[in-house]
């Protein structure tokens, strides 16, 4: 990032190259569907390409990077929910055969988007990811013990969601 | 590894674009730097003349605590609004007690000035001047703070702009009590401490648009 910084062009595209799929592995937990998750991508990226000065060398890449896409991703996801406000439903769509298909991880998604931030983040990291407690928190940049507290919540909403 | 296509154009976009950029200075130097506004003006303020009783004021040990506090969670607030526009090391909720902690001594040892009426009446001319002179005070330093964030990436502009407004308007408050030589308690309390605290909820509410990251 250094390199980058200094406008060196192939360390940076070295550098973007290698940070791809975990950042889109981590940007997955967010958006439901691939186009959604391309969009949320190339923001966090420019994102990433406008903040580029405000990495300090001496200090780990990873707290950056990954503040960066939870931030832009959480951003993506309220003007989702905010423009979900406006939709009009509707009883039968077109796309409803298709999409029964998909039920189950329709469903899913359903869910997991009603959940707050913090607990879908928590549950998709621990259940769906199936990474441990600490790499988690470590992730999530909090402690272990609030990592928990969340997933535990996450449960208890989910299953609260699933007998309705 | 190159995962998808819609990866290789945006880095092919952006790479194009990597030209050499100017590092933000570390927090700390940057806090520094900002550090020579309020003591400018308290340089400035001295020059005007700071209250008469000052130097029996500051032989209360209360007094001094209240402005230790006060400038504590000033300088703290300022410090962490200048941190958190750098991504991944914005506030965290301990250092935002800490503050909040810091500022709850300071009104505690506040309340504990005597409550005249009377005085507080009396003085609503001087009341009005000081609130007027707690926020010029606070408008340099807080307006380098702003500039200083808005280098960086800001990604809570509330929260930035709060701490910054609780960074400047904290060194006014501590500035004015050097410079203002009334003690009384609804006075402190509705010319000092109100203006820091609207200003504060001020900032906050405007920095959501101004420093967007």
Known sequence: MERAQAGDREAYRELLDSIGPMLRAFLR????????LDDL?????????????????????????????????ADHHRRRTARARWEVLVDVTPET??????????????????????????????????????????????????????????????KALLRR | MKPTSVHDSIVERLV????????????????????????????????????????????SPLYVLELLAVLAAALGAAALGLRS??????????????LVLLLAVAAILVWRQPLNLEVAVSQFALGRACAARTLALAVAPFLLLVVAIRRGLPLQGSTSAALAGAGALGAAFVLMRLFCPMDELLHLAVWHALPVIAGVGLAAVLGRRVLRG
């Open chain 1, 29 to 36: 937990r967010w958006v439901a569907n691939a186009e959604d």
């Open chain 1, 41 to 73: 991508y190339q923001e966090v990226l420019m994102t990433l390409h406008r903040a580029r000065h405000t990495y300090d060398p001496g200090l780990p890449l990873e707290p950056w990077l990954f503040a960066i896409a939870r931030n832009t991703a």
């Open chain 2, 16 to 59: 194009a674009d990597a030209k050499p950029v100017r590092r933000l200075w570390p927090p700390r130097r940057r806090f520094l730097v900002w550090l020579g506004m309020p003591l400018a003006l308290l340089v400035a303020l001295a020059w005007l003349g700071l209250r008469p009783d000052l130097a029996q004021r500051l032989a």
């Open chain 2, 85 to 98: 526009a750098v991504p991944g090391r914005t506030p965290t909720r301990g250092e935002i007690v800490a």
């Open chain 1, 97 to 158: 055969v298709a999409e029964a298909e998909h039920a189950p991880t329709a469903r899913l998604d359903e869910i997991l988007g009603n959940l707050p931030d913090g607990q879908r983040e928590a549950f998709e990291m621990l259940k769906l990811e199936g990474l441990s407690v600490q790499a988690g928190a470590e992730r999530a940049g909090v402690s272990p013990g609030t990592l928990k507290v969340r997933a535990h919540r996450a449960y208890k909403t989910i």
